[in-house]
């Protein structure tokens, strides 16, 4: 009923044409999308009933984030729905009131400022520092790639505090903050370079959890990245394989030839692969297994890999209207090359697979 629900909400209002239209404009958000969002509880999935929520779990999220994905669909529901996680579980009560609420109901929106320029998208990446000033901390550092940053309530930003990564909800209007917009592979989605001089924050903005609970949010959100370009991936092989149907040479429909078919055969099967990694990565995140983080390592490093080959086939097999601006499969294209290096590449995840693998290691 959520896949049927986000679907046809998707289909309703954020059909590719519309998308086409809204491409040339500064707006982060359709407010018509994200009041819908959010009555239908996307961002509130995570949040307790308590705050307004449903209380589901990362299964859930994953299932609506492959609905984006296929519909190449704008707006900060993921990275809103990442924080509204962190906060449930590391925040004091007093911030759970003010936040959560206001995230579930979808009057304001948050996003997660973690990567750096030119570091890799991992724990050991982070380079912003918060310095204690009384009771206040102060942050100070460059995060990039910070999805819908513009028009964020608040921002999730991770600091080294004494030399150990800390999360730190702050204000983005908050002084010393600075939003540039930056130009991406992907047109579909805005994403912002943030610049913290001096900012202060009080310290009870501060989450629990350190580096462990940091490093559970960022394996959370590399099975939902996964599972977003799971739904781009599908969409780019029906697509496909619909297309194949109807164009002709020779005298006869290319998809009656076998080196086409193989090419479609191929790209199912690797689309398949992602949805397997993908909820079972969730799956084990929402049973607390031992081996969650070993598993988002498989479905991140997994998805980033056959993003690319999937495109490329969907891109070879429509011929030269696939390279075409009016024809949408570079918009999907798009998005699945971005989805292949967002919370870091194959190899970064890959490597961090090979340390979890080692005898006695859960976690890294």
Known sequence: ??????????????????LRGQLETEAEVDPALWRLAAELGWVG????????????????LAIVAEEIGRAVARGPFLPSAIVASAVARGAAPELQDEVLPALAEGTAWATWAFAEPGLPWTVDGVRCTARAEGRDVVLSGTKTAVQDADGARWLLVTALEDGRPASFLVDRDAAGIEVRRQHTLDLTRSFSEVRFTDVRVPGARRLAGGPAEVQRLLDDACVLAAAQNL?????????????VR????????????????????????QVQGVRAASYSAAMAADAGAPDAGRAACVAASYASTVAGEVAGSALQLHGGIGFTWEHDLHLYLRRAKADAVLHGDAAVHRERLCRLVEPGRTSA
């Open 1 to 18: 009923m959520l896949r049927d629900a986000s679907r046809d909400l998707l289909t309703d209002r954020a059909a590719v044409d519309v």
């Open 45 to 60: 999935l995570l949040v307790p009933e308590e705050h307004g929520g449903s209380g589901q779990g990362l299964i859930e």
């Open 231 to 243: 739904g781009t991936l599908e969409r780019m092989l029906e697509m496909t394989v619909d297309y």
């Open 246 to 269: 109807v164009r002709v040479q020779f005298g006869r429909p290319i998809g009656s030839f076998q080196a086409v078919k193989q090419a479609c055969s191929a790209m199912a099967m």
